[in-house]
């Protein structure tokens, strides 16, 4: 086949309608079928999902929820953390995994990053245990799995839980193959449109290997009806919509071929970045030895990070910074008495890195216009 390589002068951050397109013939049919059924509120659709959610997460049991936010803040609520009790998480993620423990008046007790992966840095959690201390959420990062054997191990000592935040990270494996979302007592999920496995809007997922805590998170889902109307417990309406269901159970089926695609991009990347000499002003993503990392974003650790993501936002390229500020830094957490510093290693990640686009419809054309996009803006600064 002879390729014409094209005048590339644009490259989104993500491209939802390249991957609609090429499902589009499965999607709309799945769709007007829950539109003929009037069937929204769970039902089969969601069930067909859950079960192929679980096995594909390696878990005993998986629930469908409204979102990844709403999936930390049950998983929170199932393991009856009350306020005033304290949750270690990462200082260096998306708000809603520190957000979801405070609206529960727990205390979020933040800890630094490894500075290779930017996930949870298990070196340094178990100075911030205290007797009030309930449980550990590591964030699998950008796709990576955070090092949970040594956090599952400080777990068993001090008989605290493990909630999984694999929000960017589902099918993302541990060295020992285990998957993201079966390793703590619950995984949590989501299915933002920008997430590898995104929805037609909002929907998320619990999964845990637990007969009780999955019951506990059953109700709790429905207002904490167990049975119909007779209240045990406290919950909300953390349901998954049929329709969102149906659009999931298609994209499933697809997403390791996707996964493949941004694997692809990511080595597609690593190799450019040597081969154009970039690596004496921009680090590529590390991967660990053995894991399988999913890609949600690929991030790069670059000098004069605001100049650049200036110079390729002027040239059409889609980056983004995830995140600009670490959770210390957050005007709504100042009551928790940090301070600007307390976390270099996340604060320094904060400062210095750039997503750029990685979604698994990319061209061969439009990946080369990025680096070099960035090795012009090297070569003139
Ligand atoms: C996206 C995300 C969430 C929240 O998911 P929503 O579905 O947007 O509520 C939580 N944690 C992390 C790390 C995320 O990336």
Redesign the pocket.
């Known amino acids: 086949m002879c390729q014409i390589e094209e005048k590339i002068t644009h490259v989104p951050l993500l491209d939802l309608k390249a991957q609609y397109r090429s499902i589009k013939h499965e999607i709309d049919p799945v769709v007007q079928e829950v539109i003929e059924s009037q069937y929204f509120i769970l039902g089969p659709k969601v069930k067909e999902f859950e079960d192929a959610a679980a096995k594909y997460c390696q878990t005993e049991y998986a629930l469908g929820v409204s979102?990844?936010?709403?999936a930390?803040l049950i998983a929170l609520m199932a393991l009856d953390i009350q306020p005033g009790d304290e949750v270690i998480t990462t200082a260096y993620?998306?708000f809603?995994?520190a957000g979801s423990i405070a609206r529960l008046h727990a205390k979020p007790v933040f800890v630094d990053i490894d500075p290779v992966t930017f996930n949870i840095d298990p070196a340094k959690i178990e100075e911030k245990i205290t007797d009030k201390t309930r449980a550990i959420i590591p964030?699998h990062?950008y796709g990576q799995m955070a090092d949970m054997d040594p956090i599952m191990e400080i777990a068993r000592k001090y008989n605290l839980y493990v909630i999984e935040?694999a929000?960017?990270a589902i099918g993302s494996e541990y060295k020992d193959g285990r998957r993201a979302g079966s390793v703590g007592h619950i995984g949590c999920f989501?299915?933002?449109p920008s997430?590898n496995l995104g929805g037609f809007g909002?929907g998320?997922l619990v999964t845990t290997n637990d007969q009780a805590l999955f019951a506990r998170l059953s109700y709790l889902r429905n207002h904490g009806a167990h049975p119909k109307y007779y209240h045990k417990m406290i919950g909300g309406n953390f349901r998954l919509d049929a329709l969102q269901a149906a659009v999931l159970n298609v994209k499933l089926r697809y997403l390791d071929q996707w996964t493949a695609g941004r694997q692809r991009n990511a080595d597609f990347y690593d190799k450019g970045i040597k081969e154009r000499g970039l690596e004496r002003w921009i680090a590529a993503p590390q991967r660990k030895e053995g894991y399988r990392h999913i890609f949600n974003q690929y991030i790069l650790r670059v000098q004069k990070r605001d100049e650049l993501l200036q110079f390729l936002r002027e040239h059409n390229i889609g980056c983004e910074i995830y995140y600009p500020l670490t959770f210390n830094n957050q005007e709504c957490f100042r009551y928790l008495g940090y301070k600007e510093g307390d976390f270099p290693v996340a604060e320094k990640a904060a400062r210095e890195t750039l997503a750029v686009p990685i979604y698994p419809e990319l061209t061969e054309a439009q990946k080369n216009y990025v680096l070099d996009v960035i090795l012009k803006f090297y070569e003139q600064a």
């Open positions: 979102s990844g936010t709403d930390l993620s998306f809603a995994t964030v990062l935040d929000a960017q989501s299915f933002f997430k909002d998320g």
